[in-house]
């Protein structure tokens, strides 16, 4: 009985930490590529745009995301993001970012407010077009490789708004505490 008690716990902390791991990915993703793209091809965004995504950590946690544009206004746009970590567990956020620059503004999570995570210490180090397959298909994409100074740590991120919802994201590479993050777009629908 302690034993299936203790794994029990581990499973929750590490459901708790993969969760959080990926609210901190997709904070950085907003951010990385609207600032990328924003000025040059700026985002159309339509309540009901819904992008559906593969998600990865380490090789034992495999779940799904659905982001869903839920509110539009003119500084701001809500997305209600919903992740279903098998046995790590469920979790559905809702995230207001800023429609200019990519920031989180809030974040709530199984009606929990969260800290989105600080991402004042990302830089792009390189920025350029490239191809890049996923379930769905082969997309021209602009990609986009960053750095965290405070976490030593670079990510991957393959994003086509055009083509794509939400926020045009095909695919991101992370690490994470307990191993690499792989979020994959699955499918996508535009209003």
């Known amino acids: 009985m302690k034993k299936m008690l203790m794994a029990l716990v581990m499973m929750a902390s590490v459901g708790a930490s993969a969760a959080s791991t990926i609210n901190t990915v997709m904070s950085s993703v907003n951010e990385t590529v609207m600032g990328q793209i924003a000025l040059n091809n700026p ?49 559905d956020c809702i995230e207001v970012i800023d429609s200019t620059t990519g920031a989180v503004k809030s974040m709530v999570c199984n009606g929990q407010n969260q800290n989105p995570g600080d991402t004042s210490d990302v830089t792009v180090v390189d920025s350029k077009e490239d191809i890049v397959t996923v379930p769905t ?55």
Request: with cysteine; net charge positive; proline share 4%.
């Open 43 to 91: 985002f159309n965004w339509v309540v009901g745009d819904t992008a559906v995504y593969n998600l990865t950590m380490a090789t034992f946690i495999k779940g799904t995301m659905t982001m869903t544009i839920k509110d539009v206004q003119p500084t701001t746009v809500t997305i209600d993001q919903s992740m279903d970590l098998g046995f790590a567990g469920k979790q």
């Open 137 to 191: 298909r082969t997309f021209i994409c602009l990609y986009i490789k960053t750095h965290s100074a405070s976490q030593n740590t670079d990510m991957e991120q393959w994003a086509n708004p055009k083509l794509v919802p939400v926020m045009g994201l095909v695919k991101a590479l992370a690490p994470s505490q307990i191993g690499q993050v792989t979020i994959e777009l699955a499918s996508f629908k535009k209003m």
